[in-house]
Structures are given as structure tokens and as C-alpha cells.
């Protein structure tokens, strides 16, 4: 899987690829035809300067080699230029830049390390596994050193969400999307990677200040149509920023590593971890029915009875299985009962299974459940 643009990473593979120069037009004998142009080319020739051309590109790139440290409870490779030993991490010696409330995990401990030896991290991690606290840490590095620090989400929703958080903690923190600007001369400002690629391009006085950059949900890279915008901006930042990328698990973090460490000339770490704190739980909630089947447990174990169970429940549902787009079509005054996405909700209230997200396709749907929910609880909607 391609991590960003088609063959991005080509050069990192030490392979010339299939790149054969121009070609000879000969009918496959050295003669040519009555029709062509007369062409004198020494075809072996041609390949022996193309490929030596191509070794001479190759040599003259720098190389990188990434490194498999030994630790435990996580992964950690670093990729440096191969002509450089690998830096030891120091252990901190002062106090933490932050102190957490938890214990950290290793994967937490060893990004740190990473931030507090100021190395650039990319963490790989499922969801919910704590990687915003290595994002955290960089603001504080960047707060106590009187540095600034950028924080990039890719959507509008989580810079206005991720500002919220991190104005609460950390007071000096400003907002910059299409649509606002708050407090722009803040020494945290959260922003969507779109308006820093424009600062950048605009070449911006604020990047003069910057000391770290954070890329929240970097696996966005791999869109085959916004993952440009990224690529552009990692390009055009400087290479004495650090960075912190935030990534779901991706297939391609070392890849990743070594451009940023060709790109930015400096050792750039990966670290992974496979631990999901929150395990995965498949539910099926049969239309019609009137609760929730587990098909699939915290093991990844399929449960072929509870999926045939619920199969039997949407059987026996009659009209009710059809969904609740399906009945809203039906005439008024019939004698449908509350609809099923309002059952799940109340089953989840009711199991203790909240928060709950519930992602809706119609805009209208979203914004008449969202009125209605005001309407009934006006005072959690101040
Ligand atoms: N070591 C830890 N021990 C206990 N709780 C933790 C630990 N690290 C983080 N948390 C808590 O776990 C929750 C989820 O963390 P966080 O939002 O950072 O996850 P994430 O990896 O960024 O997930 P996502 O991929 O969904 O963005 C937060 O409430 C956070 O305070
Ligand atoms: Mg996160």
C-alpha cells in the first residue's frame, strides 16, 4: 500500500526500476522500415549509459538506514543517514516537560524519550491508545522552552475540538481554520494542515518561532486526493523543526521515517505498538428487534450462534426489518412504534454503554435530531 503519491517512496528501494531510456526505432533486426526516419542508435550502449546514469543518481542520494532498538512492550526503529551512527537517547535528567495522572505505557515512555532527546516521532498506535499524550508532551517542551509549537488535525471539526482541549490544559493556545482565527499570535496554535501548507507557501513569519509540529492523524497522507496537501507541507517545513506524527496503525511507518529523515536531515524515530486498550467489540442490532447480538468478542471470535440468532430476529420483524428510512416513507397516523435507531440509543443509556457516536448519511436527519435533543434538554445544549 502506497503511503502517499504513486511510488513516493521508489527511491528508498535501491532499485532502478524499469526505466529503459529512449527507444531505438528498429524492426526488432536493425533494419529499419521503408516509412521510418533513419535512427542510428547503439541500443546496449544506450542501456549501459542509462543504468550507469541511474547508479550515479542513486550513489549520489544519501542513504538511510533504519535501526531496530531493543526494547520491551513496544517497537522503536530510527532512521538516520547511514553514514551516521544512531544517537543514544539520554534519559531525562531534569523534571518531565509534563506530568500525567497514569502511568504511561511504553509506547508513551519511549516517544518521550524521543521528544525529550528533541528527535522528530512518528507514533503508531490503535485508537484510543493515548497517542495525544506524546503531542501533549511537545507542547509542553515548546511552552517551557518559550518555543512554538503547531498542531495540524485534517478536518475543520477536530482543530475547533482539539482547540477546546487544548486551551483548557494549556491556557496560551490560539485556532486557525477557514472559518476562524482565534488568538493567532498564541504559542500553541491548532490549525488544519491545509492553512499551514498557505502559511508556508505564503512563507509566514510565525514558522520563524516554530520549534515542534504535530500532524494528528498523519494516515490521512494515504487520501488519494487530500494526501498531496501533506506531502507539500512536511516538504516545505524546515529542517530544524521537530515533529510529531500521530498515526493509526499503518503498514508503512518505517517508510515514512526514512523520508522524513531524507527530507529533513535529521534521525527521525518510529514507534509502534499492536495494544489496543479499548478492545474491539462487534455488535449486530437487528431492525425490529430489541437489543444488541455480539457476533464478534474482544478475542476476534465470531460467534456463529448469536449471528444466526439475530438473522432469525430481522426474519421474523416483518416491516420492521426494513429500517427506519423505509418506514418514514409510509403514510402518517400508521402504527409504528418509537424508531430503531431511537431504541438502540435508549439501549445503550440504558446498558451503560455511553458515549455513543451515531453517524448519520442525511444532513437533515442530523439536524432535526440535534433540534429535537435541544428542544428536550435545553440545558445541555448552552
Ligand atoms: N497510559 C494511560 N493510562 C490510562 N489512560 C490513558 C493513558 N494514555 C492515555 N489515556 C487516556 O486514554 C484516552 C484516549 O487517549 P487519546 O485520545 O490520546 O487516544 P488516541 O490514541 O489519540 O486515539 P485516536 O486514534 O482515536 O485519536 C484519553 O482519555 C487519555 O486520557
Ligand atoms: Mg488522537
Redesign the pocket.
Known sequence: MSFGGEGLFDVFSGESGAHTGVEAKTNGEGKRKNDEPITIIDEKRLKDDDEAEMRTLLDSLPKIKTVKLDVAGCSHEVSVNSSEEVPELQARTGPAARE?K????PF?ERSVLCLDNHQSVLVS?????????VAEYAISLALRDKQRVIYTTPIKALSNQKYRDLQEEFVDVGLMTGDVTINPSASCLVMTTEILRSMLYKGSEIMREVQWVVF??IHYMRDSERGVVWEETIILLPDNVRYVF?S?TIPNAKEFAEWICHLHKQPCNAVYTEYR?TPLQHYIFPCGGDGLHLVVNDKREFNDAEFDNAMAVLRNAGDMAKGDARNRRQPRGGTQGPSNIKKLVKYCHENNFLPLIVFSFSKKDVEESFASRRQAFPDNYQ
Do not use: I, N, R
Request: proline share 5%.
Open positions: 500525567y497514569f502511568t504511561l505505557d508513551q498506535a490503535h485508537t484510543s491508545a493515548g497517542k495525544t499524550v494528528d492523524e500521530l493509526a486498550p
